[in-house]
């Protein structure tokens, strides 16, 4: 088992910043991409930016060229540097990770991210 905890997130007006973190304790040697997805009510979860071991990086359209992810191996974390925030950023925002074989996923509590126009 995998537990991740999330901070960060909180209320900023459009066109600010905000950080997320997400620290990953447990079984960590099993997992892969690291990464986080956003969810709207009513809509399905969609992939907001991942990043692999390896350091390979992944991002929604919506989000390219204002939005950074990062990870520290030795920490086991992975951090969101969220920048020009527009209000359809607004969302739950959840860390995850999964291991090598992509059928073991491991989801965050979620922290909410608002935008205000």
């Known amino acids: 088992q995998v537990q991740l905890v999330e901070s960060g997130g909180g209320l900023v007006q459009a066109g600010g910043a905000l950080r997320l973190s997400c620290a990953a304790s447990g079984s960590i040697f099993s997992i892969n991409t690291m990464g986080w997805y956003r969810q709207v009510p009513g809509k399905q979860r969609e992939l907001v930016a991942g990043i692999t071991s390896g350091g390979r990086t992944n991002y929604a359209d919506s989000v390219k060229g204002r939005f950074t992810i990062s990870r520290d191996n030795a920490k086991n974390t992975v951090d969101l540097q969220m920048n020009l925030l527009k209000f359809e950023d607004t969302a739950v925002y959840y860390c995850?990770?999964?291991?090598?074989?992509?059928?073991?996923?491991?989801w965050g509590q979620g922290t909410q991210v608002t935008v205000s126009s």
């Open positions: 995850y990770t999964h291991d090598s074989s992509w059928l073991n996923w491991y």
